[in-house]
């Protein structure tokens, strides 16, 4: 990152406190004034700067440099935040643990210079909004003592938090990561704050727009309801909205489809029996004939689990198939966000190998089946966690922290088409 591009990322960053910060960025300087105070931020110490960040190896908001590993962590849900940001500062910004053992210290504290230029340099800067509140920066930007740039967009991601792992020998970057994974364990442990390690640039700049989907305009416009509704699913539908958590809505979602298993499978099965023995080629006074059909039906109900006999991918595909219009549920999907249609399109879940499925392929009869083997390889996913490298790599395993952008990403799809269900199965 140079000069140029340091000073336009660092304007943008910068747009939403123009109230407060007036700046104007310079060939050799960034000059800005707070509260009628005039400083300098020069391009020798942007130089000076850039020389010692670039020492160290960047990692998902992470640095490291052979013997420490400084990492970016984020209090996983509001009230723990705001909690856990007062213990921080009134115990934990100076806590310093020392492992005699292996030589390793290990603290809280503030971001350093380093990481703030390599979070600059990698930082999306467009459709962001700063953290904390106007009031909550103002405040902290009259009572700091520094000025410089630095620590001014240090203000900016006061959320979230850094923990430094150091070793007096030097130590291979995973080595110390784990060290610092098992850490935040003990925190998590003796303190119920669960701190995770930043690697979306969402967790300390997020975007400003928050997609919602609000059919109607105006209370106005609702009329008495036509339709009785399943109550179970209902519960299910009210979890997965009320939920933050896409591995929790999925799976929600995913229970709405799975009530109708059982009953379209053997809708199904009763249709091909009847397909079979109406066929004008079979007889009844023929053992081969009535073998076939017994055959079909044992095939069609050998693969079972404690609450279903049957095959669960192909009922997924059935529920579809009976309950989903395809027209509509694009049509919903591309209301909700124009491009998620063409995302499905081309991307597989990557944790999953979920396939990818082009919606729009109306006229491919296993299309249903497609939809149903990404929406059940990720279930899959999700539910199990083996410790085999085999089955990991052939199913895949949901890795919360690290996956859950991406799961967020199927929860559309997952709603529309429970939505399809709930409605076109009321009376």
């Not at 747009?15 to 391009?43: F, G, P, S, W």
């Not at 420490?68 to 100076?94: I, K, Q």
């Not at 939809?371 to 059940?376: P, V």
């Amino acid at each position: 990152m140079e000069w140029e591009e340091f000073c336009f990322k660092i304007s943008n960053m910068l747009r939403h406190c123009e109230n407060k910060i007036q700046l104007n960025c310079e060939a050799d300087k960034i000059t800005y004034i707070i509260e009628n105070v005039k400083y300098t931020y020069t391009i020798d110490e942007f130089e000076g700067l850039k020389k010692f960040a670039e020492q160290y190896e960047f990692d998902n908001y992470a640095i490291y440099n052979g013997h420490e590993y400084e990492t970016m962590v984020n209090v996983v849900d509001s009230y723990s935040r705001r909690a856990f940001s007062a213990l921080f500062e009134d115990r934990l910004l100076n806590l310093s643990i020392r492992d005699e053992t292996s030589h390793i210290d290990y603290s809280f504290g503030e971001i350093s210079n380093e990481l703030i230029w390599h979070t600059i340099k990698h930082h999306d800067v467009y459709n962001r909004s700063i953290r904390i509140s106007p009031m909550f920066f103002e405040k902290r930007l009259a009572t700091q003592e520094q000025k410089d740039i630095i620590s001014i967009i240090r203000l900016l991601i006061r959320l979230p938090f850094v923990v430094f792992v150091k070793s007096d020998s030097v130590m291979l970057k995973e080595e110390l990561k784990k060290s610092m994974e098992s850490f935040l364990f003990n925190i998590a442990y003796n303190f119920d704050y669960v701190l995770k390690p930043v690697t979306e640039i969402e967790d300390i700049f997020p975007k400003r727009i928050h997609k919602t989907q609000n059919r109607a305009k105006d209370p106005e416009e609702l009329v008495a309801p036509q339709l009785l509704y399943n109550e179970e699913l209902l519960e299910q539908y009210y979890m997965a909205l009320t939920s933050d958590d896409p591995f929790v809505e999925f799976i929600a979602y995913y229970h709405i489809m799975e009530y109708f298993f059982e009953r379209v499978y053997n809708e199904d099965i009763c249709t091909k029996v009847k397909q079979q023995i109406q066929h004008p080629g079979f007889s009844v006074k023929r053992d081969k004939d009535i073998v076939k059909v017994v055959d079909m039906i044992k095939r069609m109900t050998k693969q079972s689990n404690e609450n279903f006999q049957g095959s669960e991918i192909e009922a997924l595909a059935l529920t579809i198939n009976k309950f989903v219009d395809i027209s509509e549920l694009i049509a919903n999907l591309t209301d909700f966000d124009p491009s998620i249609v063409d995302y499905y399109k081309t991307t597989e879940v990557s944790f999953s190998n979920g396939d990818a499925v082009d919606l729009k392929d109306k006229t491919n009869q296993k299309l249903c089946k497609k939809i149903a083997n990404r929406i059940y390889k990720t279930r899959n996913a999700l539910v199990h966690s083996k410790s085999n490298d085999y089955i990991a790599k052939e199913r895949g395993i949901y890795k919360p922290f690290k996956n859950n952008k991406e799961l967020s990403k199927e929860i559309p799809l997952m709603r529309y088409i429970s939505e399809a269900i709930i409605i076109k199965s009321a009376t």
